[in-house]
């Protein structure tokens, strides 16, 4: 089974910001990575797959990169909206996610 | 749009059973794979299984082998998953998701509202 391992787990930053969020796969998953965004009660939406397309409608401030086994989503000028739980998947062989990254507010 | 309604969540007691179900609309149900997913609470996301799109393949994670069946209705655009033997561990909210069309790489792009399994005595 592939492990994906993401960090920080918690991440602390303020509107304007940029971060970025790191997803490690166990071996390689080649581009086959995916990154969604969840608040809390809610399902989990779909930002970026194949590692760095954009699903249709995401905002431009949202991107991500990598392949192999590192990868990262950046979100460049954070807004009050982006304040959730990131998390990766890799969907090269069965299914498996990171277990999260929660963004707050500084 | 694309629309998936999870329901079938419920209380219930250390080894018993639970069917859920997922109604998709907006797509043509049939051409995709479809997918559980589940989230314990305060918790991350946990794959459960998948189907293909014909039936004819199922997949489950390790703790559910065994246990949970997962399974569809094309004709009525409905997912199922059969639990049985339910333990503590199993509490969660638990979603269904569309998964890519047959012979696709793609991750899942709707997910279902989602509908709480409480598994206590």
């Known amino acids: 089974d592939i492990q994906m391992t993401q960090s920080p787990s918690t991440l602390s930053a303020s509107v304007g910001d940029r971060v970025i969020i790191t997803c490690r796969a166990s071996q390689s998953i080649s581009s086959w990575l995916a990154w969604y965004q969840q608040k809390p009660g809610r399902a989990p939406k779909l930002l970026i797959y194949k590692a760095s397309r954009s699903e249709s409608g995401v905002p431009s401030r949202f991107s991500g990169s990598g392949s192999g086994t590192e990868f990262t989503l950046t979100i460049s000028g954070l807004q009050p909206d982006d304040f959730a739980t990131y998390y990766c998947q890799q969907y090269s062989s069965s299914y498996s996610f990171g277990q999260g990254t929660k963004l707050e507010i500084k | 749009d694309v629309h998936l309604v999870d329901s079938g969540g419920d209380l219930v007691k250390p080894g018993g059973s639970l069917r859920l179900s997922c109604a998709a609309s907006?797509?043509?149900?049939?051409?995709?794979?479809m997918t559980w997913v589940r989230q314990a609470p305060g918790r991350g996301l946990e794959w459960v299984s998948s189907?293909?799109?014909?039936?004819?393949?199922?997949y489950y994670a390790d703790s559910v082998k065994g246990r949970f069946t997962i399974s569809r209705d094309n004709a009525d655009n409905s997912l199922f998953l059969q639990m049985h033997r339910l333990r503590a561990e199993d509490t969660a909210v638990y979603y269904c998701?569309?998964?890519?069309?047959?012979?696709?790489?793609?991750?899942?792009?709707?997910w279902g509202q989602g509908t709480l399994v409480t598994v206590s005595s």
């Open positions: 907006s797509f043509t149900f049939s051409d995709y794979t």
């Open positions: 998701a569309r998964g890519p069309p047959l012979g696709i790489l793609f991750p899942f792009d709707y």
């Open positions: 189907i293909s799109t014909s039936g004819d393949y199922t």
